[in-house]
């Protein structure tokens, strides 16, 4: 059944559209010249995506990672900083005095001189 | 033997193969001109179309994930965009007599006439519509697809499909209200 509200076209109206675009919209024929411009366009992209292609090619596991930490100048520092770490790590603090085996004190602000009087 | 599937082409070509590239495009080109021809009514622009969205699937070829998706549905999705965006440019002003000729010599000059302006105008229309809504449209009523097919080149449900081709229709029969006349319909 029709259904054509007031304001609008009629679904088997637009319909009537559709199938004339349709029928209008002929075949377009595959020609070899277009053929040939497709392939083309495929041999150029095919040309200036090889360096990437060899980049991609040459890549090592572990890549990522050691752009990430900067190559050889961020290594260095990262082997630098672990070096130092190990270091303070083993070196014992000889002369230090055990802190656990007496209290100390420390008075910053002597009760007998509150307001700077002396000296 | 079994012919090589269309992603298979597709990574023969991004390792170099180039025959690979020709032998899809004559795979694929057809049906997508036709697309393109059908929406676009026009068949220079129709190549112009499905030769850009070639060239995009050349780009893309690389990184292909062969088997996650298909070559065509991918297709299908890219020529309805980009005849969209196409439809939606010409509203800045290419006549409306520079589109479109007859092809079909069996028509009478005035029935000719008339589905020329008939397909013409619902051109016009659907590049009103917004975009999602034109490609629905287009890929269900032009190219007679199922629901379900559109639902996976459009990447959606299929009760999304459903709504948005409902709402198409609507936007379509309210923009073309006013040239029933002129489109040779008549009140009964």
């Known amino acids: 059944m029709t259904e054509r509200p007031r304001d609008g076209l009629a679904d088997e109206e637009l319909d009537a559209l559709f199938s004339a675009a349709r029928s209008g919209g002929a075949p377009v024929p595959l020609s070899a010249d277009f053929v040939e411009r497709v392939v083309a366009d495929a041999a150029a992209e095919r040309a200036a995506s090889r360096p990437a292609d060899a980049v991609k090619a040459g890549r090592v596991p572990g890549a990522g990672l050691w752009a990430m930490l900067g190559g050889w100048a961020g290594a260095s520092g990262l082997v630098a900083a672990t070096a130092v770490g190990v270091w303070i790590g083993v070196a014992q603090p000889l002369d230090l005095p055990a802190l656990g085996a007496a209290p100390v004190e420390l008075t910053l602000m002597p009760e007998s001189d509150l307001f700077g009087m002396e000296g | ?188």
Request: charged fraction near 30%; hydrophobic fraction near 45%; include cysteine.
């Open chain 2, 1 to 188: 033997m079994t012919e090589p599937d269309d992603g298979a082409l597709l990574a023969a070509f991004a390792a170099g193969d180039l025959a690979a590239a020709r032998l899809l495009t004559e795979r694929l080109a057809p049906r997508a001109l036709g697309q393109a021809g059908r929406m676009l009514g026009d068949a220079a622009e129709a190549e112009d179309v499905v030769q850009e969205a070639l060239l995009r699937l050349w780009r893309i070829a690389p990184d292909w994930r062969h088997g996650e998706a298909q070559v065509s549905t991918w297709l299908w999705r890219v020529v309805a965009n980009l005849c969209t965006d196409r439809l939606r440019a010409r509203r800045r002003g290419v006549p409306l007599e520079s589109v479109a000729e007859p092809e079909d010599g069996r028509r009478s000059v005035a029935e000719e006439m008339q589905a020329r302006a008939r397909a013409e105008a619902l051109r016009a229309a659907l590049a009103e519509l917004p975009p999602r809504q034109a490609e629905a449209v287009a890929l269900r009523h032009l190219e007679g697809l199922g629901n379900p097919e559109i639902a996976r080149i459009m990447d959606m449900s299929v009760e999304a499909v459903e709504s948005l081709t409902a709402r198409g229709r609507r936007g379509l029969r309210a923009l073309l209200a006013g040239r029933r006349e002129e489109l040779g319909f008549e009140d009964d």
